[in-house]
Each structure stands twice: as C-alpha cells, then as structure tokens.
Nanobody, 120 residues
Framework: QVQLVESGGGLVQPGDSLRLSCVISGRTFNPYRMGWFRRAPGKEREFVASIRTYGGETTYGYSSMKARFTISRDNPEGALFLDMTSLKPEDTAVYYC????????????WGQGTQVTVSS
C-alpha cells in the first residue's frame, strides 16, 4: 500500500512564505511524476505543479504559480516539496500531493491534504 503524507500547512499572513512537504510511505514506489494540487473553498481542484522523478522536468499551473511557487524533490526518490512565496488570500486551499506511476498515466495516488490559510 502506497501512502502519500503531506505536512507544512498552516495559517500565514499575506506576503509570507511556506514550504509544504510530501513523503511516500508504505511499499517501495518510484513514481514517474509527482505533483501538487489544491482545492479552495467552493471551487474545483486545480493543478499547481508537477515534477518528473528523473530529469527533474517541472510544469506549473497558472503563470502566477510559476512566479511564486517552486516544486522540488531533495533527490529523485526523496520527499516532494512546494515552496510558496508572496502568499495571497486566494492561495487559501487544501493542498494535495499526488503521484503517477507512468508517463501519461492518471494521478493514481493522493495524500489526505494539508490546509493552507492566508489571512491577515
């Protein structure tokens, strides 16, 4: 059983920075790609960013996400991170870590999510 466990969420003020982490636990699993998604209150889930395990190719959702967020892994098989800067109230959401085992495959594995609230 593969489990993804997120951490690092919390309440921050506008303009603050935050780092989210995601670790893989359970059986040995080497995903092709890992990513972050988020769901804001009353909205549908949206793609934030992804990174390919080998090669490190990254993709981002909105241009504003690419400008303020950075996805990374500490090594090809290590934890996944999302560094967020200049946070805005509209970034308030539950952030989910996800993984796909193959190129072009579905996001098969999901974490439980970590709440990020940006408010003054």
């Amino acid at each position: 059983q593969v489990q993804l466990v997120e951490s690092g969420g919390g309440l921050v003020q506008p303009g603050d920075s935050l780092r989210l982490s995601c670790v893989i636990s359970g059986r040995t699993f080497n995903p092709y790609r890992m990513g972050w998604f988020r769901r804001a209150p009353g909205k549908e889930r949206e793609f934030v960013a992804s990174i390919r395990t080998y090669g490190g190719e990254t993709t981002y959702g909105y241009s504003s996400m690419k400008a303020r967020f950075t996805i990374s892994r500490d090594n090809p098989e290590g934890a996944l991170f999302l560094d967020m800067t200049s946070l805005k109230p509209e970034d308030t959401a539950v952030y989910y870590c996800a993984a796909t085992p193959a190129s072009g495959g579905a996001w098969s594995y999901w974490g439980q999510g970590t709440q990020v609230t940006v408010s003054s």
